[in-house]
């Protein structure tokens, strides 16, 4: 029994971090007033980029980088497209999406990929405590970035100058035009920072949870994201809460088909996440104050 | 929420800016941009077969042979089209409504869940049960996004995720209901792997199938093209179209003549939903006569993207829907290339950016010196 649960518990926090890194960058994204369907090929670009990174030069390290590189490189369309040259910001990203799903598919095809895998590294004495121990202090190391990278995102957002215009700009873009804030830079800067965080988390996904990319390896992923920020209603911690609790879901419905446990029907199991996220938008997500800008196009020339 | 109606007006503000020609005088600038932007995105295709080694121009003599020359093709691609173009026109509906269903894929797959019920389950004759199928797949597309316009008319949840969320939980419904043995699964001796899938859907239950200048085509053809001509006509001229279209372009004005997201909304969407549905009906009763788990086969993702390119008119989606299905039906002839099939999604891929870049090429355009000279009226020309 309890190392049933260690078992959940352990393949929760990894495929919780998938949502938490990429579910951090919507969050900073959409304080600052934008949605970004294109989380989801940025998660998938990434995945790629650091698998092909990782075999290319031999160096998971490198890998990494690579895929938080092909992440930016998404979001870099996705943020010039929508707020410079002013097209509708879900039609771009639906279009990059695609674009992402059928280049890597493509060029996974095409490419010999063989990637290694990012090695385990257990913390000495923290990960022999009992059923969170192995959990939390034993994982492959890419996952203590989740340890760091939502106190970076909140100093950044919340405690720096920078932070102060991006969540202004979410809030009120006329205000902050007239301020003299440059509304669409930090849209643009902001959903930068989306791509890199989606990266790392595609990055993760294929050289740490997985070891190897597959076609559409993503599958859905980064809307679970996003829904992660809705439901977190656009709170830090709320987010965290939120990533780590579809990555609960998806665990139990992957951990509970191993296990055997057969009462509830594995099309069901395997749904969890989606419906979790889905109960949570119709439960929790309307109680709270979403940025007032939010999907809101601003043209500074208007 | 009042804030979500300026929101909404803002979002549909710039719908109408992306899909429609910004003004008369320059609808022949625009066609230019837009032919020159598709050629581009070939070329980018072109340039990739390249990179990998393959040769282009037999990509694109076998991408066109095997959808067209080849004994049969032109009738496969035409039938292929029939869901890309059912889809495209729900898609068009729902976005001229201001709302992105973009849970195409898993309203395809419920359709056709729904389809393959009354299918195999209905006595009768088989033209009457092949009708029935089809209006039942149109009911089960409308009930999967009749999902999210509660959740939209009750709880105000993004309609856009909303179905994004329900597009991956519909082909688990699928598996669940063809891998039980009370439920769809095939229990007959011909299924010996006891393969997760339904049974065959017996002939005479089937689209009739006819031949016209030696392509088979089934009726579900003609079906689609009627329902589209007459949808996009109720869209442009009728009071109903008006309404939605208002709803999308401007809610405050919308409210002011009683247009609400409760009647023609929820209306567009169920539509829009709908047709998805018949979409996969469509594919069960004509082309697939079997349900299985991946039976949306990416018919959803392609016949919104094929709206999405023919820029949200019912019109231009007859001539997209054909081109996405000629990629689909060609892909299966590159394996004598060398280069994969799925270069057919990076071209799909493509060919939408292409189909978005026209309306930044103008603003690009806009903005630039000379482009505030010659054109002097327009709107960014009056910053000045």
């Not at chain 2, 340039?47 to 694109?60: C, D, F, I, N, R």
């Not at chain 2, 299985?292 to 018919?299: C, E």
């Not at chain 2, 903005?367 to 910053?383: A, M, T």
Request: charged letters at 15%; proline letters at 3%.
């Amino acid at each position: 029994m309890i190392e049933d649960i260690e078992i959940i518990l352990e393949s929760s926090i990894r495929l919780g971090h998938i949502f938490l890194f990429a579910a951090l960058g919507e969050y900073v994204a959409e304080r600052a007033g934008t949605i970004n369907i294109s989380l989801e090929g940025m998660l998938l670009a990434g995945a790629f980029g650091g698998a092909l990174g990782a075999s290319e030069t031999g160096s998971p390290v490198l890998g990494i980088f690579a895929g938080i590189a092909a992440g930016f490189i998404i979001s870099y369309l996705q943020a010039n497209l929508s707020h410079r040259l002013n097209i509708d910001q879900f039609v771009v990203g639906i279009a990059l999406t695609v674009l992402s799903i059928g280049l890597t598919t493509f060029l996974f095809l095409e490419i010999k990929i063989y990637s290694g895998r990012i090695h385990e590294f257990a913390i000495p004495v923290l990960s022999e405590i009992p059923i969170i121990g192995t959990a939390l202090f034993a994982q492959r190391w890419l996952g203590y970035v989740a340890f760091v990278l939502p106190f970076f995102i909140w100093a950044i957002v919340h405690r720096t100058r920078w932070g102060l215009e991006v969540r202004s700009v979410g809030e009120d873009p006329s205000a902050a035009n007239v301020s003299g804030i440059p509304v669409l830079k930090r849209r643009r800067q902001s959903i930068y920072i989306a791509g890199m965080c989606a990266g790392l988390s595609g990055a993760y996904l294929s050289l740490a949870v997985t070891g190897a990319f597959s076609q559409n390896m993503s599958a859905g992923k980064g809307v679970v994201a996003i829904a992660a920020v809705l439901f977190g209603g656009w709170t830090l911690f709320g987010t965290i809460c939120g990533s780590l609790l579809f990555g609960f879901a998806d665990a139990l419905g992957l951990s509970l088909q191993i296990i055997g446990f057969n009462v509830i029907p594995g099309p069901v199991l395997d749904s969890m996440p989606y419906l979790l996220a889905l109960i949570g938008l119709l439960t929790i997500a309307n109680m709270a104050k979403k940025p007032a800008a939010l999907a809101e196009n601003f043209d500074p020339s208007d | 929420m009042s804030t979500l109606a300026e929101n909404s007006n803002r979002r549909n503000d710039t719908i109408s800016k992306l899909f429609g020609f910004f003004d008369d005088s320059n609808k022949l600038l625009f066609s230019v941009l837009l032919i020159a932007c598709l050629a581009g995105g070939l070329f980018i295709s072109g340039l990739l077969v390249a990179a990998v080694g393959g040769s282009p121009t037999k990509v694109l003599s076998s991408l066109i042979e095997g959808s067209f020359q080849t004994p049969g093709a032109f009738g496969r691609t035409l039938i292929e089209a029939v869901p890309l173009l059912l889809v495209s026109v729900g898609v068009i509906v729902s976005f001229k409504a201001g709302h992105y269903n973009i849970g195409t894929e898993g309203q395809v797959a419920i359709g056709a869940l729904f389809a393959t019920v009354v299918a195999l389950q209905t006595p009768g004759p088989g033209w009457l049960v092949a009708t029935l199928a089809v209006v039942a797949g149109f009911a089960g597309g409308a009930f999967w996004s009749g999902i999210a316009v509660a959740a939209y008319l009750w709880r105000r949840v993004d309609v856009m995720i909303s179905t994004l969320l329900l597009t991956f939980i519909a082909p688990n419904v699928v598996l669940f209901a063809v891998s039980k043995d009370y439920l769809l699964l095939d229990t007959t001796d011909s299924n010996t792997r006891l393969a997760s899938q339904s049974e065959r859907i017996p002939s005479e239950k089937r689209l009739m199938e006819f031949e016209v200048f030696g392509q088979e085509i089934h009726l579900g053809f003609v079906a689609a093209i009627i329902i589209s001509l007459l949808v996009t006509a109720l869209l442009g001229k009728s009071v109903w179209g008006l309404r939605v279209r208002l709803l999308g372009s401007n809610f405050l004005t919308a409210k002011r003549y009683g247009v609400t997201q409760h009647r023609e909304g929820a209306t567009a969407l169920l539509i829009s939903g709908g047709f998805s549905g018949l979409a996969g009906g469509m594919i069960v009763m004509g082309s697939a006569f079997r349900l299985q788990n991946h039976i949306a086969n990416d018919f959803g993702w392609d016949g919104l993207l094929s709206a999405i390119v023919a820029r949200l008119s019912g019109y231009l989606a007859l001539i997209s829907s054909v081109f996405f299905a000629a990629l689909r039906t060609g892909s299966s002839f590159l394996a004598a290339t060398g280069v994969s099939r799925t270069i057919t999604s990076v071209i799909q891929g493509l060919m939408v950016i292409a189909a978005l870049m026209p309306a930044a090429l103008l603003v690009v355009i806009y903005r630039s010196d000379s482009g505030k000279r010659i054109f002097k009226s327009g709107k960014k020309g009056e910053l000045e």
